[in-house]
């Protein structure tokens, strides 16, 4: 399996609390730990949730 890209907001300034999201959508992490855990999410799902 070739590995995920991951991507930042535009609007992320160095050295602020951001995360990533993976490119095809299925999950999230720490952009200052990119080594890290990631956060296995369905982004679909969570969006969904947050317009009510």
């Given at each position: ?36 855990p ?15």
């Open positions: 399996m070739q590995n995920p890209t991951w991507r930042k907001s535009t609007r992320s300034s160095n050295g602020s609390n951001c995360v990533e999201v993976r490119s095809d959508l299925s999950a999230v992490r720490d952009s200052k730990n990119p080594g890290g990631a956060l296995p999410v369905d982004i679909q799902s969570l969006v969904r949730h947050l317009k009510g």
